[in-house]
């Protein structure tokens, strides 16, 4: 069993900037392809950038390209997404996912998920 924890949500203007941290617990942290998505209200979760467990090759959504960036730290078991030039659209409930052994991005592959953390960004 995978427990993840993220962390450092908050409100921020726009044009800020927050890191998202997403602890697992987890032996074999390294085996674990890593993503963040996000929901926001009315609307169906969406990736917003993963990390590959196998090559660590990253994958950053369209929307978030140039201003998102996702980074992991094996020795910690952690996951990080930093966000800068944050915008208003960006609000949503974000969450760190888990996927076994996968290289895939998508939603239905990840096997854990954590229990998501509240970023408001106003205008």
């Known amino acids: 069993q995978v427990q993840l924890v993220e962390s450092g949500g908050g409100l921020v203007q726009a044009g800020g900037s927050l890191r998202l941290s997403c602890a697992a617990s987890?032996?074999?942290?390294?085996?674990?392809?890593m993503g963040w998505f996000r929901q926001a209200p009315g609307k169906e979760r969406e990736l917003v950038a993963a990390?590959?467990?196998?090559?660590?090759?990253?994958y950053h959504a369209d929307s978030v390209k140039g201003r998102f960036t996702i980074s992991r730290d094996n020795t910690k078991n952690t996951v990080y997404l930093q966000m800068n030039g944050l915008k208003p659209e960006d609000t949503a409930v974000y969450y760190c996912?888990?996927?076994?052994?996968?290289?895939?991005?998508?939603?239905?592959?990840?096997?854990?998920w954590g229990q998501g953390t509240q970023v408001t960004v106003s205008s």
């Open positions: 996912a888990a996927a076994y052994r996968t290289n895939s991005f998508r939603l239905r592959d990840y096997d854990y």
């Open positions: 987890v032996r074999t942290f390294s085996t674990y392809t």
């Open positions: 990390v590959r467990w196998s090559d660590a090759i990253t």
